[in-house]
């Protein structure tokens, strides 16, 4: 329907005041229920973001016929998205994705975002309803890939890349699926509770690779024993990831313990094939310079994270996006 509204209705121009008219007389002409002007103004976004589809599309639906020979021929005019190296191959799009799924992300204008999210759809298997909570979290904003795109390019075009600590982990973290307030952060063990209680939503915003393994981990040193409050495995950077809880802002002795963590991980946990832990610190607040001089001298694999039990209001999420862009 997107290909028949650019390609024959249109002429293949993008006429936006006579496109929307086109739309509502289409509307009329087929009067079928389903098929309204929001519908084919969604189509007609679909095959404009989507050109690199109209070949498997095609294949699919009219596969021998004339109609698609015709149709074809007339694809040939339309333009490739500017830089190939935000683009995945049709195949896995076609194959991976449904149309709600390539609905919503065609909704994006930035192509380095959309290629993110079609990305990270297809290797975490989000559901469309779990795709929409991650857009309207701002889920690209707040990954560390979104800093790195050369290793984001690398990913889309399935080249083989190093990853590092900082391009998996999320700043800060959107715990609003909890469905806890302040006021009920009463103790750590409440957070930490209610997180295993939704832990494949909580696994969904920490993002892909992440494996769960146990929880209050015990630690004997000398003669005294400590607990880690969530020990993860990321498998694809292939260590461990202790995840330390506060329900307070930052403190630097907070720091100094999950350390003596991770140091501990390294002598009697880690495997010969195993790369270094990593120690996630999540806080409800962090003064940056704080935060620089309690971990300077430290593990570089010590990260301190704010994190949310509600979704930003609008204006949090404008000056959020400000000092990212700024």
């Given at each position: ?25 289409l ?110 979290s701002?889920?690209?904003?707040r ?19 190093q ?90 002795e ?18 010969p ?54």
């Open positions: 329907m997107g290909c028949y509204i650019v390609e024959f209705e249109q002429n293949g121009e993008d006429r936006a005041a006579y496109g929307e008219q086109l739309l509502k007389k509307e009329k002409q087929l009067n079928t229920k389903g098929l309204n002007e929001r519908r084919f103004r969604e189509f007609r976004r679909l095959y404009l973001v989507y050109p690199q589809l109209k070949e498997e599309v095609l294949g699919y639906v009219m596969s021998g016929s004339g109609i698609r020979r015709s149709v074809t021929a007339k694809l040939q005019m339309v333009s490739e998205i500017a830089n190939n190296d935000w683009k995945l191959a049709a195949e896995k799009l076609f194959n991976r994705l449904s149309s709600t799924h390539l609905n919503a992300i065609s909704a994006i204008d930035n192509p380095i975002k959309r290629a993110f999210y079609e990305m990270e759809t297809i290797r975490g298997c989000w559901t469309a309803k779990e795709l929409e909570r991650q857009i309207d701002l889920y690209y904003e990954s560390g890939l979104s800093k790195n795109k050369e290793a984001l390019s690398a990913l889309v075009q399935q080249q083989a890349v990853l590092q600590p900082a391009n998996v982990i999320n700043t800060p973290l959107t715990l609003e699926f909890l469905g806890l307030n302040e006021r009920a952060l009463v103790t750590e063990n409440d957070l930490e509770q209610a997180i295993l209680d939704n832990l494949q939503k909580f696994l969904l915003e920490m993002g892909h690779g992440f494996c769960f393994e146990a929880r209050q981990k015990r630690i004997l040193i000398d003669e005294d024993y400590f607990f880690a409050d969530l020990v993860f495995y990321h498998r694809i950077l292939k260590c461990h990831v202790i995840v330390d809880l506060k329900i307070d802002k930052f403190h630097h907070y720091a100094s313990q999950l350390n003596m963590y991770l140091n501990y991980f390294k002598a009697e946990v880690m495997q094939d195993d790369n270094p832990p990593i120690g996630i610190l999540l806080c409800t607040e962090k003064g940056d310079t704080l935060v620089r001089y309690a971990t300077a001298g430290l593990d570089p694999n010590i990260f301190v994270q704010k994190y949310k039990i509600q979704l930003p209001s609008e204006e949090e999420f404008k000056r959020f996006l400000s000092k990212e862009i700024g």
